[in-house]
């Protein structure tokens, strides 16, 4: 081969190599650009996952604050069944203790009436009846 072939292959290879060259500049340069909107793109959903996290940890602390407001509300509403189970007992007493006194009224108005006719007899001059 002749130095002149040598050199038009060489030239041939190297306008190869700089199109190969200008290509890969190009493609790097679509990759750097895809890296930045991925980057801002990364950066966005960190911030995200970040706020999200803390709303996450705001509803734990909430729900722990629910769970506690009803675990009391359970013991006050248990104090209250109790307290209701006493009361009905009590009613329950006084309305047996009211029939009594009732009845013990009634017993006391019939000796009263008694006493009355016996007085109006008395007064009339009629002795008592026995």
Do not use: C, F, Y
Request: proline share 2%; charged share 35%.
């Amino acid at each position: 081969m002749a130095d002149d072939d040598r050199v038009d292959k060489l030239v041939e290879v190297m306008a190869s190599l700089i199109k190969v060259s200008r290509d890969t500049d190009r493609r790097v340069n679509t990759l750097t650009e895809v890296v930045r909107e991925i980057s801002g793109d990364v950066k966005l959903l960190a911030e995200a996952s970040s706020r999200l996290h803390e709303r996450m940890e705001e509803i734990a602390e909430r729900m722990e604050e629910i769970a506690a407001a009803h675990a009391n509300s359970e013991v006050k509403i248990a104090a209250l069944a109790d307290a209701q189970i006493k009361t009905e007992g009590v009613v329950a007493s006084l309305s047996e203790r009211m029939n009594e006194l009732a009845a013990a009224q009634t017993h006391t108005e019939q000796r009263l009436d008694a006493l009355i006719d016996i007085v109006r007899e008395m007064r009339e001059g009629r002795p008592p009846k026995s």
